[in-house]
């Protein structure tokens, strides 16, 4: 009979959506809860597939969180799999060690929290021994590899490393316990359970090394489908691994071509059939749309004239398309008459106030009108222009260029609607 388990990482429960908030929140508040949700799915699998364990391989919290509503949510879920006879093996990854919940929480004694000290714990079912190796870090940044603090694999049994590392390097995560996949798969266990990364990633080699990504995606750079891993350990030692949809609301980004439109009615046309298009191929329960309208149009000064009035009628076709939000919308259009070559005054005065703009002189000013304007605000309000100085450069870029295709929009569209 084969041991089977559910392995999973990245879930960090509660973690803050304030620039989402800013916007809607509405949909906030969806995406808020959705990483819950997708916990809830986890178990649901558990119990459904009646697997032996689930493996969490770090970041179950997303940091120093003090919610007493996380701490009975998870004592439910927790006690859901315990009545059901399913261990638990879980690491604590680098936002786990800011949370102050991860060190007070009771669980039941089927769920197994690996310390500071590498462990195994042997499991046996189904005529199969499976040591499961664990290695909590105690601090949030691991800037050394921590693959020699493991045991050697058991001999006799299948041996399972549960891990929490960024391998060689991945854009957009920190560097934490590197290591490569060469030395995971030379170290003799059968499946690396790791976490750290959130894009899934399957390394097939003397051993299985498997980086299951996120179960629920945050914000629009974590697009796509999102999922856990379940996994087979068969009488005969051989493994199989399935990807098990998770994610309850999903980012996606659409472009919409607008080229040649010529009424306000049939831009919103091709943008009802683009939603209607991606709600038809997203599995998760919501789709949550970023809408980026591309191409030449005689409109494009309109809808950047009108802009909000844009979004509320594509909020309004995503909400009849049924379970679709639009998350932001994106104006990278070009004016039919530019695209042509066409000379204009205005058009000739937008390119001046655009080399204007990027003066060292008003990006000066500008800088420091955001900048006192970050002050006056509460923390959590201060990364609207970026978390860092590159950030906020970015963000200057933007809203520069931003201003002064509105006021070209105004003079060409003819001002207010």
């Not at 980086?211 to 199989?240: C, F, H, W, Y």
Request: charge should be negative; charged fraction near 25%.
């Amino acid at each position: 009979m084969p041991f089977r388990f559910v392995h999973t990482a990245d879930i960090h429960l509660d973690s803050p959506l304030r620039s989402l908030a800013l916007r809607n929140a509405e949909l906030a508040e969806l995406v808020g809860d959705a990483s819950r949700q997708a916990f809830v799915a986890i178990v649901d699998l558990c119990l459904a597939e009646r697997v032996d364990a689930l493996v969490i391989a770090g970041d179950l919290y997303d940091g120093d969180q003090t919610s007493m509503k996380t701490a009975r949510f998870l004592g439910t879920q927790m006690a859901r799999l315990h009545q059901a006879g399913i261990r638990v093996f879980k690491i604590r990854g680098n936002h786990d060690a800011l949370s102050r919940i991860s060190k007070q929480l009771v669980f039941p004694d089927t769920v197994t929290i690996f310390g500071g000290r590498a462990q195994s714990v042997m499991q046996t079912a189904g005529g199969l021994d499976v040591a499961f190796h664990g290695l909590s870090f105690a601090n949030p940044k691991a800037p050394e590899s921590l693959l020699s603090k493991y045991a050697p694999a058991h001999e006799g049994a299948v041996n399972i490393g549960i891990m929490h590392t960024s391998l060689a390097g991945s854009p957009g995560h920190d560097v934490y316990a590197p290591c490569s996949v060469a030395d995971l798969h030379a170290h003799g266990f059968d499946y690396w359970a790791l976490g750290h990364i959130h894009v899934r990633t399957v390394h097939p080699g003397a051993s299985t090394v498997v980086m299951p990504g996120m179960p629920q995606g945050r914000d629009i750079n974590e697009a796509g489908e999102k999922s856990v891993t379940l996994v087979t350990l068969r009488d005969d030692r051989s493994i199989e691994i399935e990807e098990r949809l998770t994610s309850i609301a999903q980012f996606e980004r659409v472009s919409v071509d607008l080229t040649g439109t010529v009424e306000w009615s049939e831009a919103v046309g091709r943008i009802r059939s683009a939603l209607q298009d991606i709600r038809s191929s997203v599995r998760s329960r919501h789709a949550v749309i970023r809408l980026s309208l591309t191409g030449a149009s005689p409109l494009s000064w309109a809808l950047i004239r009108d802009r909000d009035l844009l979004l509320a009628e594509a909020e309004q076709v995503a909400e009849q398309t049924g379970d679709t939000w639009v998350e932001k919308l994106d104006l990278a259009q070009r004016s039919a008459d530019a695209a042509e070559g066409i000379a204009d005054p205005v058009f000739e005065l937008a390119q001046s106030m655009h080399a204007d703009a990027s003066s060292q002189a008003f990006r000066a000013e500008a800088r420091a009108l955001v900048q006192k304007l970050i002050a006056d605000l509460p923390a959590e309000g201060r990364d609207f222009a970026g978390k860092d100085e590159a950030g906020l450069e970015l963000f200057l870029d933007k809203v520069l260029a931003s201003g002064a295709d509105l006021v070209t929009a105004r003079l060409k569209a003819g001002g207010s609607p």
